[in-house]
């Protein structure tokens, strides 16, 4: 089956660089995308790759390496806001469906 | 612009009844999802849909069924609700295709008791 790791917990001190890494067993995918939740809040989209390396957004960069299975999202000047949980996904070429890992909650220091 | 809107937002049923959790969505988009979400367990697809008239079942499908009659909406229904089935649902929708960018409702609590 297809699956998706993710470290359950990352911390890292505000202002710091942080990297969540996400590790992938599956057929086939369009890409990968990573999204951010906050508590009591609602999954949004933050990035996607379709190829492989690295796109840049803002304080947000993702990459993607195909040959590896392996993706990681890269948090620069973190800000108390970026606390969150953090969830790689793929949609699967095979069958449209789109499978999460099981996030990443992120925890800032001051 | 609305986006995805679900309907109820909180709901506590009794163990044996049965609900529908409606989600609508004005963009457009070709396909919507239903996941679940419980503590550790990340986001869990229970049924999704590629178009009008299709549905076609996640990962986490069984005491659940869905329909897609009109493009814009996503039933998910319970028949019969287990302790099991507490959960926080959220509905998505996205382009479908290589776009895999899904735009999410803001959830139902459901608590079975």
């Known amino acids: 089956g297809q699956s998706l790791e993710q470290p359950s917990e990352v911390t890292a001190v505000e202002g710091a660089i942080v990297q969540i890494n996400c590790t992938y067993q599956?057929?086939?995918?369009?890409?990968l995308s990573w999204y951010q939740q906050h508590d009591g809040g609602a999954p949004t989209f933050l990035s996607y790759?379709?190829?492989?390396g690295l796109e840049e957004t803002g304080r947000f960069s993702s990459f993607l390496s195909r040959s590896d299975s392996y993706g990681y999202l890269l948090l620069q000047e973190l800000q108390m806001k970026d606390s969150a949980s953090y969830f790689c996904?793929?949609?699967?070429?095979?069958?449209?469906?789109?499978?999460f890992g099981k996030g990443t909650r992120l925890h800032i220091l001051p | 612009n609305a986006g995805v809107t679900q309907t109820p937002k909180f709901r506590v049923l009794k163990t044996g009844q049965s609900m529908t959790l409606l989600c609508a969505q004005d963009?457009?988009?070709?396909?919507m999802y239903w996941y679940r979400q419980d503590p550790g367990m990340g986001l869990r697809l229970i049924h999704y849909?590629?178009?009008?008239?299709?549905?076609a079942k996640g990962e986490v499908p069984d005491g659940y069924n869905v329909s897609r009659l009109k493009k814009q909406n996503f039933l998910l229904g319970l028949e019969s609700a287990a302790p099991s089935q507490t959960s926080v649902y959220f509905c998505?929708?996205?382009?479908?295709?290589?776009?895999?960018?899904?735009?999410f409702g803001q959830g139902t609590r459901l608590t079975v008791v």
């Open positions: 998505a929708s996205s382009p479908g295709g290589a776009n895999t960018e899904a735009f």
């Open positions: 599956t057929s086939g995918f369009y890409g």
């Open positions: 790759n379709a190829l492989d």
């Open positions: 996904a793929v949609e699967l070429n095979r069958d449209d469906k789109i499978i």
């Open positions: 963009m457009n988009h070709e396909y």
């Open positions: 849909s590629v178009g009008e008239g299709t549905t």
